[in-house]
């Protein structure tokens, strides 16, 4: 697989209230790119964080309606990846930098 798609799945990482109590169970939250799939989520959190990953879950979000003044508009629908780590890893806050 090429290394900038790689690179280019993981959106970010997802720090919320739920993340973080999730994070006792070794597990991660990130946005990923829509049509990526579980085992190119796997091999890119592998890559870019050099750790070994358990199990990868996904879920399509999506996009809330919002209203600005008299309009309607649409949030964009994204994907989230949870991602679980191998008993004895985990990603501190300098691996959650990148590279």
């Known amino acids: 697989m090429n290394k900038s798609r ?5 959106k970010g990482v ?3 209230e739920k993340t973080t109590r ?6 991660y ?4 790119l829509p049509n990526a799939d579980k085992t190119e989520i796997k091999k890119a959190v592998e890559e870019i964080f050099k750790v070994k990953v358990k199990s990868v879950c996904t879920l ?3 996009g809330k309606m ?4 008299r309009h309607l508009g649409r949030r964009q629908d994204w994907k989230k990846a949870y991602v679980t780590l191998m008993p004895g ?5 300098t691996n959650l930098q990148g590279e």
């Not at 890893?89 to 806050?93: A, I």
């Open 66 to 69: 919002k209203a600005t003044g």
């Open 29 to 32: 939250a990130f946005s990923v």
């Open 14 to 16: 997802l720090i919320s």
């Open 6 to 10: 790689l690179y280019s799945i993981i």
């Open 89 to 93: 890893q985990s990603l501190d806050s």
């Open 22 to 27: 999730i994070n006792a169970f070794n597990t």
């Open 60 to 62: 399509n979000v999506q």
